[in-house]
């Protein structure tokens, strides 16, 4: 059973950081694209980070770009997402999810952020 | 980039009706739209991809349809499972998804 473990949210004040971790299970980590995508309360998805299966190509979302930094660590079927100089906008619930395709077929349940002074 | 717009946002029907959703892109895409559902307090779940296939174990009462700039995902039969936030999600380039369309009990 294929399984997304994100941890690692938590209260951070404005300009602060954070990592997040996702833990893979259940399917051969290193195959697969993977994505981070977060929820503003009560708001719409927005994609932010993606990293191919070897690592070598990343894209990020102009919202985060130069602030945060996606990677991965196949040996541990792990995904990271590095959030640097947080952002009250940066508030949000964050999914890993598993990119096959382009298309997001299994998503974890998320790790919350808030950024609040 | 490209922007994905839903209509409607809200949608109100009852158990039986048959459910269509709308999703237009602002620049072709082909058919590289994908559909998901997302329940309260869930992370969303992938309905269909390449704007018409239906993903392993969805019910057939989901279908989509469209393709350059318009879609459509529609419910034949609306069941009491159904009764969430669809999104739409764009990936000819990058990804965008469309901001939500909650289906609420009539």
């Known amino acids: 059973e294929v399984q997304l473990v994100e941890s690692g949210g938590g209260l951070v004040q404005p300009g602060g950081s954070l990592r997040l971790s996702c833990a893979a299970s259940g399917f051969t980590f290193s195959n697969f694209e993977m994505i981070w995508v977060r929820q503003a309360p009560g708001k719409g998805l927005e994609w932010v980070s993606y990293i191919s299966s070897n690592g070598l190509t990343i894209h990020d979302a102009d919202s985060v770009k130069g602030r945060f930094t996606i990677s991965r660590d196949n040996a541990k079927n792990s995904l990271y997402l590095q959030m640097n100089s947080l952002r009250v906008e940066d508030t949000a619930l964050y999914y890993c999810a598993r990119d096959r395709s382009s298309r997001f077929d299994f998503w974890g349940q998320g790790t919350l952020v808030t950024v609040s002074s | 980039d490209i922007q994905m717009t839903q209509s409607p946002s809200t949608l109100s029907a009852s158990v039986g009706d048959r459910v269509t959703i709308t999703c237009r892109a602002s620049q072709s895409i082909s058919s590289w739209l994908a559909w998901y559902q997302q329940k309260p307090g869930k992370a969303p779940k992938l309905l269909i991809y390449m704007a018409s296939n239906l993903e392993s174990g969805v019910p057939s009462r989901f279908s989509g349809s469209g393709s350059g700039t318009e879609f459509t995902l529609t419910i034949s039969s609306l069941q009491p499972d159904d009764f969430a936030t669809y999104y739409c999600?764009?990936?000819?380039?990058?990804?965008?998804f469309g901001q939500g369309t909650k289906v609420e009990i009539k």
């Open positions: 999600q764009q990936y000819n380039s990058l990804w965008t």
